[in-house]
């Protein structure tokens, strides 16, 4: 028999860095929310432990039954963001409630509905997850106020488990009480949930319309429900559901409007707040380092576009966590080598999102190397040296001295001169020595 080629190992420069050098580095891109959202939606994805672009799916069906309804374009765009962020509660919180499914467990939020909790959990137990089925819905509908996208879709995220009949949470709103926006939602987050339990799209596109039917009345609003079925015997409506491009098309719809600037780094800090909150960190932690990380990219001779960039890669670096469980994130004890590894996608996770987003490339590359190291001891591709990129080794200084100045609950914060000195044993391993003196004559002055 002949002898196979052994595998090659996978060489740490596999991944050509202009590849993701898409910007010219003209500075943060002019972006709507509704792109940006629809590409960080795959991170909330990963929080949720559901299949990538199950946000995305839950928008389309939302926006095609808004459509189909005749809702002018104000309600429509209320209906995609509800739908996007109909389970961005999960992404900020520390430890994401599990049910016990007889079958293993997962991750509540992908029950259907407060009804499945019921039925999932035998016996007891069920108002603590009754409990944590609410908390996500609160959390979220808190994230969506604080992200300047209107009560309609507070409303809807807070009830997106509820279902017509009232048998969902208790004390929540039901039928007709619930806004059309709300009700939409709902519809689309139950429907996305069929087809990803039948699996197959030449069964789903069979049995679809009649599964739809069969929640009408109880879970779902009867009309809605119905409309929906009939749209889902359409093959129009399961092409764009399968479309690989699905993500291009609802980035394209451009919802909510341009950001400029500001506006940009306020919805930044609102989502670095959320992977704070995540990893059981302080608010405005992220935002903190990720202003540090300005400052170090100006006195490095960065142009102010630059600057600007290597703020933006900041407060998105640790994004990827929303894909580590919970219980790896918060856990006390020293890592397995398991548990390692799945930490250290971590920046992989980002770098992979972030290049989705027109204009963030080089973000993304710096970002999905802000662990790397100059002596090649790093992760996730054991760059050396040069081929660490000047702005990742800053945004990684920056957190290392934000962590290393901050309370931990194993040891008190350092002061900022024992920190620096913890740095400097850095320089030559970890980071450039030049820049390790940029960043203490940087970071000194911004601690006072
Ligand atoms: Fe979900
Ligand atoms: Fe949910
Ligand atoms: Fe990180």
């Not at 929310?33 to 994805?45: M, V, Y």
């Not at 374009?73 to 900020?92: K, N, P, Q, T, Y």
């Amino acid at each position: 028999m002949a002898s196979r080629a052994p595998i090659q190992a996978v060489r740490a420069d596999f991944l050509d860095p202009s590849l993701y050098d898409d910007t010219g580095l003209a500075g943060v891109p002019r972006l709507s929310r509704g792109t940006l959202l629809t590409a960080l939606s795959r991170a909330f994805d990963l929080a949720e432990g559901r299949r990538p672009g199950h946000a995305q799916r839950i928008a389309y069906i939302g926006v095609y039954l808004a459509t189909e309804l005749g809702l002018d374009s104000a309600r429509i765009e209320e209906v995609f963001f509800g739908c996007l962020l109909h389970d961005i509660g999960m992404a900020a919180m520390p430890a994401a409630p599990r049910v016990e499914t007889g079958r293993g467990s997962k991750l509540i939020s992908g029950t259907a509905s407060a009804r499945e909790v019921l039925a999932a959990v035998p016996t007891g137990g069920w108002v603590d997850v009754l409990q944590a089925l609410t908390q996500h819905c609160d959390v979220g509908s808190k994230i969506v106020r604080r992200l300047g996208l209107g009560e309609a879709v507070a409303k809807a995220v807070a009830s997106h488990h509820d279902c017509w009949d009232g048998s969902g949470l208790p004390g929540v709103q039901a039928g007709e009480r619930m806004s059309m926006v709300a009700r939409i939602v709902a519809v689309a987050d139950r429907v996305e949930s069929m087809i990803d339990a039948e699996g197959s799209p030449l069964l789903v596109r069979r049995r679809g319309p009649q599964l739809v039917r069969e929640m009408a009345g109880s879970e779902l609003d009867p009309d809605l429900a119905n409309t929906m079925a009939t749209l889902a015997s359409r093959d129009e409506f399961w092409l764009g559901f399968y479309d690989n491009d699905l993500a291009a098309t609802l980035m394209s719809l451009n919802y909510g409007g341009i950001m400029g600037r500001e506006d940009l780094f306020d919805f930044l800090g609102v989502l670095s707040d959320i992977v704070d909150s995540r990893n059981g960190r302080e608010s405005g932690r992220g935002r903190r380092v990720a202003e540090l990380a300005r400052r170090v990219a100006i006195v490095c001779d960065m142009t102010e576009r630059r600057a600007d960039l290597v703020q933006v890669a900041a407060l998105l670096q640790d994004i990827g966590t929303l894909g580590v469980p919970s219980h790896v994130l918060s856990k006390p004890d020293i890592l397995t080598i398991d548990e390692m590894a799945i930490v250290q996608l971590h920046p992989t996770y980002a770098r992979d999102i972030l290049s989705e987003v027109p204009g963030l490339g080089a973000a993304a590359w710096w970002v999905g190397c802000h662990h790397e190291r100059i002596d090649g001891k790093g992760y996730p591709g054991m760059l050396e040296g040069d081929d660490v990129p000047v702005e990742a080794q800053i945004i990684g200084m920056a957190e290392a001295f934000d962590a290393l100045t901050s309370d931990r609950p194993y040891r008190r914060a350092m002061s900022p001169a024992d920190a620096f000195e913890v740095m400097r044993g850095l320089g030559g391993t970890r980071f450039d020595p030049y820049l390790l003196d940029r960043f203490e004559s940087t970071a000194g002055p911004f601690q006072a």
